[in-house]
Nanobody
C-alpha cells in the first residue's frame, strides 16, 4: 500500500526557516515525480513545488520561487521542502502528493508563520 508521511511542520517566526520531509513507501519511489501542495484555511489547495524522478528538474509556484527548494533522496525514499524567508501567508497545511494510477496524498503537516 502507498504511504506518504509528512513531518517537520511547526511554528516559526516571519523570516525564519523550516524543512519538511515526506517519507514514502509502498511503490517504486524512484520511478515517479513527486510534489508538495499546501492549503490555507478558507483557500483552495495549491501547488508549491514538484520534482522529477531523479531530482534534476523542479518546478515552483510563483509565490514561493526563490524562497523554497524541493529535493529528493531516492535511496531514502524521501522528498524534502526547504522553506526560507517564511511569510505569514505561507501558513498552511503542507501535503506530499503522488500521481500513480490515481491520486495519493499524505495526511499533511501544519506550518504556522507568526510572530
Amino acid at each position: 500500500q502507498v504511504q506518504l508521511v509528512e513531518s517537520g511542520g511547526g511554528l516559526v517566526q516571519p523570516g525564519g526557516s523550516l524543512r519538511l520531509s515526506c517519507a514514502a513507501s509502498g511503490f517504486a519511489f524512484s520511478s515517479y515525480a513527486m510534489s508538495w501542495y499546501r492549503q490555507a484555511p478558507g483557500k483552495e489547495r495549491e501547488l508549491v513545488a514538484s520534482i522529477s524522478t531523479g531530482g534534476g528538474s523542479t518546478n515552483y509556484g510563483d509565490s514561493v520561487k526563490g524562497r523554497f527548494t524541493i529535493s529528493r533522496d531516492n535511496a531514502a525514499n524521501t522528498i524534502y521542502l526547504q522553506m526560507n524567508s517564511l511569510k505569514p501567508e505561507d501558513t498552511a497545511v503542507y501535503y506530499c502528493y503522488l500521481w500513480r494510477r490515481g491520486h495519493y496524498w499524505g495526511k499533511g503537516t501544519l506550518v504556522t508563520v507568526s510572530s
